[in-house]
């Protein structure tokens, strides 16, 4: 079965740094276009951050300058690195992709001080 799991999520204060990892199971990994998403509590899930195939890189307004999107093919790995973290960015991130509409399980992140 295909799988997507995150991991490093937790509790930072304001102006800390966290880094999201998501470990592609099953997958062709190499090909495929990998999304992070986040909703937060009463709100709409949301599309933070993309890269390609190729490597090329795409954000949210609101994480541009803050989150860098990477990825390790001979890990079947992605990652978000974030910083300058601020309350608003409080949610529970999820790493996706298609074909398929395969998704993680999400890990929570907390800012607050």
């Known amino acids: 079965q295909v799988q997507l799991v995150e991991s490093g999520g937790g509790l930072v204060q304001p102006g800390g740094s966290l880094r999201l990892s998501c470990a592609a199971t099953r997958l062709v990994f190499s090909i495929r276009h990998i999304n992070w998403y986040r909703q937060a509590p009463g709100k709409q899930r949301e599309l933070v951050a993309t890269i390609t195939s190729g490597g090329s890189t795409s954000y949210t307004d609101s994480v541009k300058g803050r989150f860098t999107i990477s990825r390790d093919n001979a890990k079947n790995m992605v990652y978000l690195q974030m910083n300058s973290l601020k309350p608003e960015d409080t949610a529970v991130y999820y790493c996706?992709?298609?074909?398929?509409?395969?998704w993680g399980q999400g890990t929570q992140v907390t800012v607050s001080s």
């Open positions: 996706h992709t298609l074909p398929g509409d395969i």
